[in-house]
């Protein structure tokens, strides 16, 4: 299996963007699929998870206010929607495989390679 993001670019505080996670090499509808992110000079942290049906997981209310998570398992593609980019929300994004179809707190089994997003004010 293996997982390319993209959609990764500069955007201005208040902007939308949508992250894209293309899946190849598998059956894409056996995953969950979780999304990640490492800040300048901080270690990778979740953000999202969504399991193969379509119910989603956040890591906190504030995360759910800014993102959204999707996926469409006929186009083996996933989404991360960043509905209003906060400077803090600067990252790489990386999404990954989840070991489990229906556990979003499984551990990732196959990771991207990541996406960056830098937000400036």
């Known amino acids: 299996v293996q997982l390319i993001e993209s959609g990764g670019q500069w955007v201005q505080a208040g902007d939308s963007l949508r992250l894209s996670c293309a899946v190849s090499?598998?059956?894409?509808?056996?995953?969950?699929m979780g999304w990640f992110r490492q800040p300048p000079g901080k270690e990778r942290e979740f953000v999202a998870a969504?399991?193969?049906?379509?119910?989603?997981?956040m890591d906190s209310d504030s995360v759910k206010e800014r993102f959204a998570i999707a996926r469409d398992n006929a186009k083996n593609t996933g989404y991360l929607v960043m509905i209003s980019a906060q400077i803090e929300a600067t990252a790489v994004y990386y999404c990954a495989a989840l070991s489990s179809p229906v556990a979003v707190t499984s551990t990732p089994a196959v990771w991207g390679q990541g996406t960056q997003v830098p937000v400036s004010s």
């Open positions: 969504i399991t193969w049906k379509g119910g989603a997981t």
């Open positions: 090499g598998g059956t894409f509808r056996h995953y969950a």
